[in-house]
């Protein structure tokens, strides 16, 4: 008797550790369970599983590409596809007819995207689009003449729209509707004639315009007089006030496109004729020039588009007409110096090219070559290896990611 009491005894306890085991394992799960959820919401619905980023359940390695073309002869306006960030494969998703939409952005909450029509008459335009990004299917909004010839920029502060008109080197600034359409024009900006290459700088011409990192100014490249124009924006963030001394570049350089360091300490300016990077510092409106370094070490007078890598430790240029290709250089995060670090020959007249926002693609667009090329960014030292997982389409000449 007495063994077998123990004996069920014994089995008594055996059941009731089963089950405070159970009990405990089910009070992880539902912890477990409460972490993740804090944890969603303190990163705004984002989750991490097995690498991969998902927002409200949506891959974020899957961006949605919006490429912008010259039209005629194969291409019919922009199109979009849908690119792994993680394997660099693409495929098409959409695509919307529209006279050469030659430079395109999204707005910062990626809902609309406003694409110029860079025509050399009176037809030039600004198009105002709502996209969806699952579909990449496009429908516009409203679409509005610029007044200036040949716009082949745009910037937006969430509040207006700005183009820069190449063609007789004007700004046309469109406040923006609350469903993300263009309200009327209401002002024009003149850039200047000054400069001494008489094929290209005999007419003044605006290249880019560009919001300042603390959004209290705007910087117009004015091709033709080697110089910044600088504006100081209104407290209504719409009217633009133009300032006195413009940043003069150096003689002949025809400045073309400007960046700005994420920290918004450094300011970075690729000059078309010139083929040098300017590096500036900046503060509060103002760019002090220390640095000039050669990208374009041909002296094609064909420089184009400049970017700097998402982790701030590299930065790119594209060159066209000779040796066409990207130049690369390593980048001082702390002083903002850059110092070469190669040259990638890519395509034909690479006009424009971005980089993933996770790194690790640089996507260029070679105009002539009628593709994207599409290579792989080295994070350690910079350098560019073709994945030859081109996407062929005609006259591609602008690129934009939307996650």
Same mark, same amino acid.
């Given at each position: ?54 927002? =409200?359940?949506?891959? @974020?390695?899957?961006?949605?590409? /919006? ?8 291409? =019919?306006?922009?199109? @979009? ?9 693409? /495929? ?8 050469? &939409? ?5 707005? =910062? ?5 406003? +694409? /110029? ?30 007044? %200036? ?25 469109? !406040?923006?509707?609350?469903?993300? %359409? ?13 400069? !001494? ?6 007419? &003044?011409?605006?290249?880019? /315009? ?26 209504? =963030? ?16 025809? &400045? ?60 790119? +240029? ?6 066409? %290709?990207? +130049? ?76």
């Amino acid at each position: 008797m007495k063994k077998s009491f123990s004996f069920k005894f014994y089995m008594y306890l055996c059941t009731l550790n089963r089950i405070t085991s159970l009990v405990r394992i089910l009070k992880d799960i539902l912890f477990m369970r409460k972490l993740l959820l804090l944890i969603v919401l303190l990163l705004g619905n984002h989750v991490i599983m097995n690498g991969k980023t998902f927002i =409200k359940g949506r891959n @974020t390695n899957k961006l949605t590409l /919006v490429i912008g073309t010259y039209t005629g002869g194969g291409s =019919k306006g922009i199109y @979009t596809y849908r690119l792994d960030q993680n394997t660099g494969k693409s /495929v098409p998703l959409s695509s919307v007819t529209v006279p050469n &939409p030659s430079y395109l952005i999204p707005s =910062k909450d990626e809902k609309f995207i406003y +694409a /110029v029509s860079e025509m050399p008459d009176t037809t030039a335009a600004l198009n105002a689009y709502m996209i969806d990004k699952n579909t990449g299917h496009l429908k516009l909004i409203n679409r509005r003449l610029t007044q %200036g010839e040949d716009p082949c920029y745009v910037s937006t502060n969430g509040h207006e729209v700005i183009t820069a008109n190449y063609t007789g080197g004007s700004m046309s600034v469109f !406040p923006l509707r609350k469903d993300g %359409g263009l309200n009327p024009i209401i002002r024009q900006f003149h850039g200047h004639l000054g400069g !001494p290459d008489i094929t290209r700088q005999n007419s &003044p011409h605006i290249h880019c /315009v560009r919001f300042s990192p603390d959004g209290k100014y705007i910087f117009a490249t004015d091709f033709s007089a080697d110089q910044i124009l600088r504006f100081r924006l209104a407290s209504d =963030k719409i009217t633009l006030l133009p300032l006195d001394h413009p940043i003069t570049i150096d003689t002949n350089s025809g &400045p073309r496109h400007l960046i700005f360091s994420s920290d918004g300490k450094f300011a970075y300016l690729i000059s078309e004729l010139s083929g040098n990077i300017t590096v500036f510092r900046y503060a509060n409106g103002n760019l002090k020039r220390f640095q000039v370094i050669t990208a374009d070490v041909h002296h094609a007078q064909g420089s184009a588009d400049i970017h700097i890598s998402p982790d701030g430790k590299f930065l790119y +240029a594209s060159n066209r007409l000779k040796n066409d %290709g990207i +130049a690369i250089f390593s980048r001082n995060q702390l002083t903002g110096q850059l110092s070469w670090a190669g040259y990638q020959n890519t395509g034909i007249h690479p006009r424009n090219f971005n980089i993933t926002p996770n790194g690790k693609f640089l996507l260029v667009a070679c105009r002539d070559s009628n593709e994207i090329e599409i290579y792989n960014r080295n994070p350690r030292t910079g350098l560019l290896t073709d994945t030859r997982q081109s996407i062929r389409i005609s006259k591609p000449v602008c690129i934009q990611f939307i996650k």
